[in-house]
């Protein structure tokens, strides 16, 4: 299983797009009143739903960083010539056709979206606290 991320627009995608089984798509409050980002997340949702790929809010890019292991504590001394953080607004899950390999976590994921989907939550939300 590998994450990709898709951001502005640009797919940054190494392998077959097709192998697309999940599609994080992080937002924070301040993020709820970016027109243009909401924009994006709707033609996203679109593509995700014509092309049966499971889609999942998160409340919390920041901690979503954090959990992928994306983002370090940053002190004041490192944050100064530090990059940017990488843009976690839409993120990828792929799964290769040729693995017969299961992740139970990634299956309890999609059973999750399967079934918000059911009682007509397109796109369910989970709502990642800080620590």
């Known amino acids: 299983m590998t994450l990709e991320e898709f951001s502005a627009g640009e797919q940054k995608t190494e392998s077959d797009p097709d192998n697309v089984v999940l599609c994080l798509l992080a937002a924070d409050e301040d993020d709820d009143r970016d027109v243009a980002l909401q924009i994006h997340f ?6 995700c739903c014509e092309n049966d790929i499971n889609i999942l809010r998160v409340s919390n890019p920041g901690r ?8 370090t504590d940053a002190s004041p ?18 799964n290769p ?9 990634l299956s ?22 800080e620590r």
């Open 42 to 47: 709707t033609l996203i949702q679109a593509f």
């Open 64 to 71: 979503l960083a954090e959990l992928l292991l994306l983002e």
């Open 97 to 105: 056709h040729s693995s017969q390999w299961k992740d139970p976590a």
């Open 108 to 129: 309890q994921l999609i059973c999750f979206c399967r079934e918000s989907r059911y009682m007509d939550q397109w796109v369910p939300v989970i709502n990642l606290p």
């Open 77 to 94: 001394a490192s944050s100064e010539g530090a990059e940017q953080p990488p843009d976690l607004h839409c993120v990828l899950v792929t």
